[in-house]
């Protein structure tokens, strides 16, 4: 077998090693959307998606979680406009400001050893910092602790979205006798479309999680009230849901889980769509 047949075999396995990888993870998704859907579907009514629990809703009885989708969304808005609020000014800092050495490969590594810790950690640690300071469980804590969640998330999505800007750019906007500041809004302009799409999939990740908000932003089946009291979440509604021994309690987890689901499908075409079509005004 000479060199050029030797190239064609190994074109064409690992040509077809995507391709069965592309089909496993299409199956995976197909199958796990199939069987929330298949299982979901039947309890899945208007009373659930507008009232709150009523007395007797982990029995089987009526009402909703209504309390559940509001709460996720006030925890995932507020934790994504404080995870952006830190992620921001760091990245264009590290862009504009620092230059190329220990300090930037130091924050870069710690945002990645965030990036990979559990978010049961980031709950026991709010935890500990709530018992420290005298708080209570709340939708304040629940945000705080959620901020750090996805904080690294946001942060490094950035920074190699606006890694990818053309060195041309900076060269060309620095002759012209242009500020490091003034460097920042023409850095800025170039990374909204990636600045939008990793603030929805923050916030897909933040209304997602579970773990961190089990300890700190405990859970309610009353409506939002305010920054200092518990608040529901859809991920804990689905899990003590399921941890009951009814079927139409354990149907209506399934439901809950088909919202959430539903929620973090159009958050991801969103933030595909933002990228496309405010790509299309960005220099390359």
Do not use: D
């Given at each position: 077998m000479n060199h050029k047949q030797r190239r064609k075999i190994e074109a064409f396995f690992f040509t077809w090693l995507m391709r069965l990888s592309l089909i496993s993870a299409a199956l995976v998704l197909g199958l796990i959307l199939f069987v929330i859907f298949w299982r979901g579907i039947g309890a899945l009514s208007w009373e659930m998606v507008s009232q709150t629990p009523r007395g007797a809703f982990y029995l089987g009885g009526g009402g909703g979680i209504l309390n559940a989708i509001v709460g996720s969304l006030y925890l995932a808005t507020g934790a994504t406009a404080l995870a952006f609020c830190l992620a921001v000014p760091l990245v264009f800092y590290l862009h504009t400001y620092a230059g190329e050495?220990?300090?930037?490969r130091t924050v870069r590594l710690s945002l990645d050893i965030l990036w990979g810790m559990p978010s049961i950690v980031y709950g026991a640690f709010g935890f500990a910092l709530m018992i420290s300071l005298g708080l209570r469980a709340s939708l304040l804590a629940g945000i705080i602790t959620l901020a750090l969640v996805i904080l690294p998330i946001l942060a490094r999505t950035l920074d190699e979205v606006v890694s990818m800007t053309p060195t041309a750019l900076r060269e060309v906007t620095l002759s012209l006798g242009a500020t490091r500041f003034?460097?920042?809004?023409?850095?800025l302009r170039q990374s909204?479309?990636?600045?939008?799409?990793?603030?929805l999939l923050a916030f897909g990740r933040g209304i997602g999680d579970a773990a961190s908000v089990l300890f700190t932003a405990g859970y309610t089946d009353s409506m939002p009230e305010s920054l200092l009291r518990p608040v529901a979440s859809l991920p804990l509604a689905v899990f003590f849901m399921l941890g009951t021994?009814?079927?139409?309690?354990?149907?209506?987890?399934?439901?809950?889980?088909?919202i959430l689901t539903v929620l973090i499908?159009?958050?991801?075409?969103?933030a595909h769509l933002s990228m496309s079509r405010l790509g299309r005004h960005t220099v390359r």
């Open positions: 050495g220990r300090f930037r003034e460097w920042m809004g023409v850095l909204i479309p990636g600045l939008a799409t990793a603030v021994p009814f079927p139409a309690v354990q149907a209506r987890a399934y439901a809950a889980a088909l499908l159009g958050i991801s075409l969103l």
